[in-house]
C-alpha cells in the first residue's frame, strides 16, 4: 500500500473529503460511485466500474491494466 501523507478528519456527519489531487490521479470525478471494502484492519474505496470500458458489457470482464473489459473487447484489441 502506498502512502500519500494526506491526513483528513471525519466529520460530525461521518464524512471524509478525498483531497483534488488524488482524485484527479484516481480519474474520480464528482458523480463517480466508489465501492467501499473492509480489508482486514483496513477501509479500502475503490472506484465502482461495473462494466466493461469499451462497450458496457457486465458479462466476462477482466481486469485489464486497472480497467475492466470483457474477453470481445479485449480479443479484439489483440487483433487489431
Known amino acids: 500500500m502506498k502512502a500519500t501523507g494526506n491526513l ?17 490521479s484516481l480519474n474520480l470525478k464528482s458523480e463517480d460511485s466508489i465501492e467501499i ?8 474505496l475503490q472506484k ?4 466493461c470500458l469499451f462497450c458496457d458489457n457486465t458479462d466476462n470482464t477482466i481486469n485489464y491494466m486497472g480497467k475492466q473489459v470483457c474477453k470481445k473487447c479485449l ?4 487483433n487489431s
Open 48 to 51: 465502482y466500474e461495473p462494466g
Open 8 to 24: 483528513r478528519r471525519i466529520d460530525e456527519m461521518g464524512r471524509v473529503v478525498i483531497p483534488k489531487k488524488l482524485r484527479s
Open 75 to 78: 480479443e479484439d484489441m489483440d
Open 37 to 44: 471494502f473492509i480489508e482486514e484492519d483496513m477501509i479500502v
